[in-house]
Structures are given as C-alpha cells and as structure tokens.
C-alpha cells in the first residue's frame, strides 16, 4: 500500500522522467555508508547559485528523493542545485555522529566545483525520516541555514536552547499518529521562543501530499526573493488572514500565528485540503 502511495505521488506530479542526476561519494566511518553516495540535479539554463538539501524517506536513495519532491522548476528558476545523500541505516539522522560531517563535505565539494559562494546559506526540506534530518541538521548547525520546512517529522529538538530563527515550514497528516502531535507542540514551543512558523495540517496520514509539496515550492520560493520580508499572519485556528501590521499582530496569539513571506503561500495554506 505504501508503495502505491508513493508510486501515485509520482503520477500525479508528472515526474516519471528519465532525467538523470550527477552523483558524488564521500567516505564515512559508518558500516552502512562507506561510501555515500549522494545525487544532484543542476539548474536547467542557469548558472548554479546556492544549494538545497532534500532529504527523503527512511533509506531512500537521493535520485529518488530528488524526482519524488520535484522542486525542478524552482531549481531551475533561481539557480539551485538540488543535493540529496542516499543515507542507510547508522542512525544517520544524527549529524553529530557522521552524517553531518559527510553532508558538508559533499556541500564543500559543491561549492568549490560551481563557483558557489563560501558563505551561501543552504535550504533544506524533508520527509519522514529525511525530516527527522532536517531538525537534527538544522540544529546541529543552525547558521548554515537560510530556510527549512518539513512533513511528517518524527524527532525534534528543543526550541528553546536555540537562538538563530529561521523561516520555518512545518506540515503533517492529522492521522499521522504521534507525528502529528509532536509536530504540533514543537511547532508551538518554536513559535513561543520567538521563530516564523508556517504551520499546515491535513486530513491525511503519514504519506507525503501534493498539497504539502506545492506549499513546500511557494515557501522556498518566496525566500529566495530580494530582501524577504513577512507580509501576512495567519491564524491556523480560523484559516483567515491579515496584512502584517503591528494592530492585526496584537490580536493574533502566538501559538496560532503562522507568518507569510507572499500571497501565493497564503493562499496555498488557506485552500488546500483541511
């Protein structure tokens, strides 16, 4: 049935291509990784400018996560290379022990072959256990890291003994049993200590969705305009929102307070599948 699923995603995206990704290894210490590969796809017509990291589901290999989120056209638009490490067992979800270390060699091997800027900072999103990475990774090291977002996360961190705040994207299925709730308390915490949260539940399971994906497009999307800036808040009890002023902040709550970088976003959050 989960394969299904995924295989129905796939269909529906329109992303059963042949189009195939450039790959690189680097050496680990762990059994299962000793050679890590990792896939990337280049910008179509467009001289490569900063890097996103897409991470997928537990052991997917990286060309699948790359053609599975299908973040092509956003890539292309905006001169993103989509990177993506074909992770397997080891724990990997814990950058400290040695994914980290593996990932921002692969990050560095990168840079240094396209002209990519030293100090550009990365964009990371995730699945399942690839969200599971995108928490542990971001908190790892959290300034490395423009902007986040991910579905379905499993394992968080504690907002509270972090300071850097980044745009944020979480989502997740209301029958996602324990996700859900662990995604929605973070989310709140997070918000509590001072973080842009963009917050989104559907009436889905653990499965990936397009409607996530397509709010996951937006959000990168607006990030990567100039001077990025919260133009909306939105309330996730009621789905309404407001131009961002100082008024309509102070009759928000914070915990329910999901903020805006476009209209496009809102929109997506507000008319999607409830």
Known sequence: MKNFLIITLLLISGILSAETFKTLEISTPAEHNRKLKFSYRLPKDSKPKRIMVLFGGRNWPGDRTIR??????????????????????????????????ALLEAVSQIRRQYS????????????????????????????????????????????????????TLVTCGKNDTGRYELSWSSVQRWRDNGASVIWRSYDTGHELNREALQLARSFFEAQLQPNPHIKYIGDDQT???????AENRRKMEVDYSSTFYSLKTVKLWKEGIN
């Open 68 to 101: 599975t989120f299908n973040f092509n056209k956003l890539a292309d638009h905006y001169g993103i290379i989509l990177l993506s490490p074909w992770f397997k067992d080891n724990e990997y979800w814990q950058p400290e022990k040695w994914s980290g270390s």
């Open 116 to 167: 990519i800027p030293a100090n550009s900072k990365l964009f990371y999103y995730g699945y399942s256990a690839g969200a599971q990475c995108v928490a542990q990774f971001y908190a790892w090291k959290p300034k490395l890291v423009a902007a986040w977002g991910l579905h379905a996360c499993g394992v968080w961190f504690k907002p509270e003994e972090l300071s850097n705040h980044v745009p």
């Open 239 to 245: 789905r309404q929102y407001y131009v961002n002023t």
